[in-house]
């Protein structure tokens, strides 16, 4: 490689070539380090002295090193000295705009020639970067060059979405990995999460009405009002075709007013369900009605948003999540509104839980605000508390395994059971209260079941309990388990109890809830998440990597018991265990340990818990394999990790002013 290539970022021929060589690579270290390594020492002229090849070998490792183990967990590489200075010696010598220091420190770049950074950072994402290409494709666009045809209505409507002359804000959000928590957020569970690589960008722009590019059906609208340019809302959803929905929506931003305010949640969720092919517009624009509602926000200009997300719908890892909080995201940063990234999370919560009609917990949309590449978001949802975030030893690796079972926190499975969990928090707290009126003194004076001073306490704090995971399994056991119905009628329930205080849910008399494994799975969730936690960071051995995969199967089981179990994930859990005991007559042991069903459950990604090591990947590709030669479906596999939408931030870009 010229150095001048390496130094400009000229690498595609390099990495062509890179690809089709097949370098092996089992240690324990993050790859990416090695390969900076190399490229430091060929750099400063080591190893390169007496043999006139070896720089230009030793390059071609680091490259492909660098390509092959990008996806590795391990520690962030800070641009090593001599590559800043090099580059800023290029800089002076040539000229070059291509990078400056802006006043915060960070570095800014003209991505390409297409547009200017303002603001922010692409910190090296590809995703980010071809996101940006196809977004400076769209002022030249021509259909007649588009050869899928069912792609020609998005990007046409793309292309006159926004004004070049203007800024543009761009956010990222990514999905996530379910590693342990799952359905026991909404109990108050500890919850371990992991942003996976696949994310969701939303570009924002605002314009005054008067100068806002309508759509002709837009145009006709507000014609037909008589009342002059008025502010708009106009989305863009690329992948519309995948999901059988319309590419594009519209709305006069009045029609999210009722008088001098904004129109109740409900209100909202029957104007997005009036149309199914335009439902998923909820997601998008309910940030903005949401944003009135709970911050006061105005809204005085038109909006136009473009949505392009890589995070594959209905596999249970977050694709709605990811809409939600890159679209707040890009939103505040147009409107210069600073949210923090947890309250980023909670406000996108209320759109799914009350305009998208969707009962899901808050730890989705936490992790993918709030999480960072390669570590575990460790949350306890009591209801959002951040309590760190949990380094992935370097030595484990995480994998997602799609069952090609299409998953959906809107399901009346994941309802019904999080119904059920909520109707046993109710008797419980009946029990204990029962409970504690036999122990406390009658009239008389006479206490009629003696018990001791910290028993009462207990039963106290059980009698008045906020969150099933407060719980522990022992006081569950010892008191609660037998006296729990395995099921009950919803007309039964209400009868004796009134209610089972959840907002987001509501129960059908007619219906018959299972109680008592719902109930019962966060309690014990809450205790298996607690000891993942710890054992991730107990000395590296089988026995950790055994007891960290055993806690995964009693996951996957737990769920199951509960109803939220598929045929194709348990098949998927089946395969990994297979894999992990190999067959008797097998000299290799197996490298991967553990299984669970992800996220709501009912089908979608099972979570995968294994040695960093090659081994392990082959084994996730035979895994893949088999599962197509059983049910006709191929996988896809989740792999690799990239930041929160906080920890990325925004972009303010714009058309340099040779282009516009």
Known sequence: ?????????????????AISLK???????????????????????????????????????????????????????SIPEWYSSAENELNNSTGSPATQIIENGSLTSTCTG??????????????????????????????????????????????????????IYVSRAPGRLDVMGGIADYSGSLVLQMPIKEACHVAVQKNHASKHRLWKHAQARQNAKGQGPTPVLQIVSYGSELSNRGPTFDMDLSDFMDGEMPISYDKAKKYFAQDPSQKWAAYVAGTILVLMTELGVRFEDSISMLVSSAVPEGK????????????MSAVAAAHGLSISPRDIALLCQKVENHIVGAPCGVMDQMTSACGEANKLLAMVCQPAEVIGLVEIPSHIRFWGIDSGIRHSVGGADYGSVRIGAFMGRKMIKSIASSTLSRSLPSANGLIL????????????????????????????????????????????????????SDAVTVIDEKRTYVVRAPAKHPIYENFRVKAFKALLTSTSSDEQLTALGELLYQCHYSYGACGLGSDGTDRLVRLVQEMQHGKPSSSEDGTLYGAKITGGGSGGTVCVIGRNCLRSSQQILEIQHRYKGGTGYLPFIFEGSSPGSGKFGYLRIRRPSSRT
Request: aromatic share 8%; proline share 4%.
């Open 114 to 167: 297409d547009f200017e950074i303002l603001h922010g950072d692409l910190q090296g994402l590809p995703d980010t970067k071809s996101f940006l290409k196809s977004l400076a494709e769209l002022d030249v666009y021509d259909p007649e060059k588009n050869t899928e045809k069912r792609q020609i209505r998005e990007r046409k409507a793309a292309a006159g979405l926004f004004n070049w002359e203007e800024d």
């Open 449 to 500: 079941d003696e018990l001791e001073d910290d028993s009462v306490n207990l039963i106290k704090a059980e009698a008045s309990l906020d969150y099933l995971c407060n719980l522990s399994p022992h006081r569950y056991e010892a008191l609660y388990a037998k006296m729990l119905p395995e099921s009950i009628l919803g007309e039964t329930f209400l009868k004796k109890y009134i209610d089972h």
């Open 316 to 327: 249970g890892v977050s694709s709605s999540a990811s809409v939600e909080v890159a679209s």
């Open 23 to 77: 370098p092996c690579y089992e240690g324990g270290i993050n790859g990416g380090e090695v390969a900076a390594h190399i490229l430091q020492e060929t750099a400063i002229g080591k190893h390169y002295a007496s043999d006139k090849f070896s720089g230009a070998r030793r390059l071609r490792d680091a490259i492909v090193l660098g390509y092959q183990l990008q996806r590795v967990p391990g520690r962030d590489i």
């Open 1 to 17: 490689m010229i150095r001048r290539d390496l130094l400009t970022g000229h690498w595609k021929p390099y990495l062509e070539h």
